[in-house]
């Protein structure tokens, strides 16, 4: 007897119009010079913050209250998106990779079981970002895979990788190839075949996300597929040392390069009988290329040749596109989410972001899912990201647009719940140019400042909050606080998410008098705020929703 019917809240009306602002990668942390947030001047966001105490708090946005493995994994914003929209805390990919590893399932399910039947005449390749970030992957899980497929029969084996330097420190990408050939020289004691084939920086080769840049996804087929690219060494780690040495090179746009042998050969394109598996767990970076390596009708970008694969994910990257059919480990199983509830019960919902978040307010938001649920009473925009750029050329992205299609949607009066994804703090974090970074924020400020206006004129109600932090922490840390300094001495940007919890604020003429933070969930997470906004939107939350933020005193 199920019902996608909500209570109606015993206090609070429905028919408000609440703007839900999410910050990308805008944290909390002590104000220094390496705190962007705080050297920026942000003036919505301060006022905010020096408001009413009961209308302002933390929530925290890494570790388990994300669904992820442990207090140690800093957040991100695919777990941050599905929290907040789904309003419970779910085992995310890295998790249940690891325990689909722990436990040997992985080489027992279906999806190995097929990979597996190209082990005796074919050659199994890996491709994926190879780094310890843990958000879109994990080295050693990768690790694990290799021993797995090696016992299991694989004889010959590529890796096609993808070097970071954005969820972890530049430069390290150095290190984790060099880890990578320790391992793979010990399966070739063994007498496997085992090598890596081709790499590029992730930003440059590869992992494009929402079809932003198909040339990036190009690049790398050109490289794991054709075994075509404008480098070529004998060894990865020379490759990725001599690369690095141009002007400005760094992990995450490394161009292109593939190995080859000695006579010039490359040792491992893609071909006819060959098994893939792309190894990251998160989705938005690896749908672009899964389709290329899986659709027959494909007009993206001309793939010169097509190979006649086993191709299996490790998780399935898009349940409704069913993207790819096989896969090594099921992805989390996230149902009834808010925005599917809110629709259900009349809520009108505008959502908008830049194509490089477009995919996190939407997808993410609802759990993982393609395309509205009711296009009668939804609308999602997209504003054209620039391409080709890193983001701290244009630090002030689209946000001015974005924060405008939400004003104009609030104006409109046809939307209940206009929600957005400001990506300035993040995407521009991510660079590790603090100067940049310092622009982006403020830029982010402003666009929250558009849309708050716009809230004010209707009568509205807003939630601004963040789905983890970045931009305000820049520097790496030693475990006293201090930035830690590396051999030459130098402070080492960090260019990552960070551990800090993030800011909520509610407010706006339509927040009923009495309606605050509750003080009995000193631990609330990003999982917490969506019983939040049913809410303010006039319903009580469905029971196994983890509890609101919000109480109402008379
Ligand atoms: C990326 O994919 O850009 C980073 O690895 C993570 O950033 P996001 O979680 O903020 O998208
Ligand atoms: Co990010």
């Not at 777990?79 to 399932?105: C, E, M, P, T, Y």
């Not at 990768?142 to 990788?161: C, D, P």
């Not at 097509?306 to 993207?323: C, H, N, R, S, T």
Request: glycine letters at 10%.
């Amino acid at each position: 007897d199920f019902s996608w019917k909500l209570p109606d809240h015993p206090k609070l009306p429905k028919g408000k119009t609440i703007a839900v602002i999410v910050l990308d990668g805008w944290g909390e942390a002590s104000p220094d010079q390496y705190n962007c947030i705080h050297v920026a001047d942000t003036p919505t966001m301060d006022s905010l913050k020096n408001g009413a105490p009961e209308k302002w708090r933390l929530v925290r946005a890494h570790g388990t209250a994300v669904g992820l493995p442990t207090e140690d994994d800093m957040g991100n914003s695919e777990v941050g998106h599905n929290a907040l929209g789904a309003g419970r805390i779910f085992a995310q990919g890295a998790k249940l990779v690891d325990s689909a590893l722990a436990s040997g399932k992985i080489f027992e399910g279906e999806g190995f079981n097929y990979i597996k039947e190209s082990f005796e005449q074919g050659t199994l390749h890996l491709i994926g970002l190879l780094s310890d970030g843990g958000v879109h992957s994990r080295l050693d899980q990768v690790q694990l895979l290799l021993k797995g497929a090696s016992e299991r029969g694989a004889k010959r084996i590529r890796l096609h990788i993808l070097t970071d330097g954005r969820d972890v420190l530049d430069g390290s990408s150095i290190g984790f190839v060099e880890t990578l050939e320790n391992d793979l020289s010990e399966l070739r004691n063994k007498g496997i075949d085992a090598q890596i084939a081709s790499g590029g920086g992730r930003m440059y080769v590869t992992m494009d996300r929402y079809e932003n840049d198909w040339g990036v996804v190009k690049r790398g087929w050109d490289a794991q597929v054709l075994g075509e690219a404008p480098y070529k060494f004998r060894n990865a780690v020379e490759a990725v040392k001599e690369l690095r040495k141009e002007p400005k090179a760094n992990d995450q746009y490394l161009p292109p390069f593939v190995i080859v042998d000695e006579s010039g050969k490359s040792v491992g394109p893609i071909v006819d009988g060959d098994a893939v598996v792309t190894f990251n767990f998160r989705a938005d970076r690896m749908t672009m290329l899964a389709k290329a390596l899986e659709y027959e009708d494909f007009d993206n970008f001309d793939r010169v040749r097509v190979p006649k694969i086993k191709y299996a994910g490790m998780l399935q990257y898009d349940g409704e596109l069913k993207l790819p059919t096989r896969y090594l480990v099921s992805p989390p199983e996230i149902e009834r989410t808010s925005g599917e509830y809110l629709v259900h019960n009349g809520v009108r919902t505008f959502a908008c972001s830049e194509t490089v978040k477009f995919g996190h307010v939407t997808f993410f938001w609802n759990g993982n899912r393609s395309g509205c649920f009711n296009p009668s009473m939804e609308e999602y925009v997209e504003v054209p990201s620039d391409s080709g750029i890193t983001f701290n050329v244009q630090p002030k992205m689209k946000a001015l647009e974005i924060a405008e299609k939400a004003r104009d949607a609030i104006l409109s009066g046809k939307f209940d719940q206009v929600r957005v994804n400001l990506p300035n703090g993040d995407m521009v974090g991510h660079t590790g140019d603090i100067e940049a970074t310092v622009v982006a924020c403020k830029a982010a400020d402003e666009a929250v400042k558009t849309i708050l206006d716009a809230i004010e004129k209707v009568g509205g109600i807003y939630v601004v909050t963040a789905d983890h932090g970045n931009a305000e922490d820049m520097v790496k840390r030693n475990k006293s606080g201090a930035p830690q300094l590396d051999k030459s001495g130098n402070i080492q940007i960090l260019t990552s998410h960070t551990l800090q919890p993030v800011p909520i604020a509610i407010g706006g003429p339509g927040l009923a008098p009495g309606v605050r933070f509750r003080t009995d969930v000193p631990s609330g997470g990003l999982a917490n705020v969506a019983a939040t906004v049913m809410n303010l939107h006039g319903f009580e939350a469905p029971s196994d929703y983890e509890t609101t933020l919000i109480e109402v005193v008379n």
